[in-house]
């Protein structure tokens, strides 16, 4: 087993991760302005559906990056920069603060699915609904949460009454992907494999892993539910979690 490290050995002239992190950032972006801008009125329902999905696999993306970042696999021979894509990507996805998401996330991997996890809620097993309010509201305490709250109803009224932004472009394709995305990491990320099997947990890491085929393990959430891999490798970034599903490393 590899003992948890923020900070792992990793190639010394990998450039991989910080290219697919680029990507998804700049995915982000220009689907953002470019979708923001679309007459819905002219577009079918197919599209705008599409157009729903691929935002919200956007955002999804922002959150994954930052999270390898956290782990230091986004660009391991640079820490400054690794940890500034991981800040970007964060502050894009909900304009959260990387050094609070960082704390806590680390804490769950310390103590995953107990008392110590701010992931996890034991008095709402039964209720996935009530564990996900939970999560996402102890995920916004004290100033951050203000932060965020604030600095998001004020993004969006500016983006509506100054950058005349019609509203069910700003509610299609910004906010419900969004959500769509909280709600798509939580079940994969944490819910799923992390809630209490019926013969409790049979790992130090307190979770199981999503057996999904590796295509669409990649659209559910960039191999997240790959969950057991990756609290057991923490050092290895989401894109080769399948390698480390199909064939785990001996010894």
């Not at 910004?174 to 099997?197: A, C, E, K, T």
Request: charged residues 10%.
């Amino acid at each position: 087993m590899t003992a948890l490290s923020s900070r792992p050995a990793a190639p010394a002239h990998s450039w991989v991760g910080l290219a697919i992190a680029l990507v998804i950032i700049t995915a982000y972006l220009g689907s953002w302005y470019g979708v923001l801008r679309l007459d819905l009125a002219t577009l079918p329902w197919g599209l705008i559906l599409l157009a729903i999905a691929f935002r919200t696999f956007c955002h999804t993306g922002l959150f994954i990056t930052a999270h390898d970042a956290i782990h230091g696999t986004v660009f391991p021979q640079n820490q400054r920069l690794n940890d500034g894509i991981g800040a970007i990507a964060l502050f894009l996805y909900a304009l959260f603060l990387y050094p609070v998401m960082r704390e806590k996330h680390l804490q769950h991997h310390a103590n995953p699915a107990t008392a110590d996890d701010p992931d996890y809620y034991s008095d709402a097993q039964r209720n996935p609904a009530l564990w996900y309010g939970r999560f996402i509201w102890d995920y916004l305490q004290g100033p951050h949460r203000w932060i965020v709250l604030g600095g998001m109803t004020l993004l969006f009224h500016s983006l509506f009454w100054l950058g005349h932004v019609p509203l069910s472009n700003l509610l299609l394709l910004w906010v419900l992907p969004n959500v769509i995305s909280s709600m798509q990491l939580f079940f994969i990320g944490i819910y799923l494999p992390h809630r209490d099997p019926p013969d409790g947990h049979q790992n130090q890491h307190r979770s199981t892993t999503l057996p999904l085929p590796v295509f669409w393990s990649w659209l559910a959430c960039y191999h997240f539910g790959y969950h057991w891999e990756h609290h057991e490798y923490p050092h290895v970034p989401w894109y080769r979690l399948p390698a480390y599903h199909a064939h785990p490393p001996q010894g």
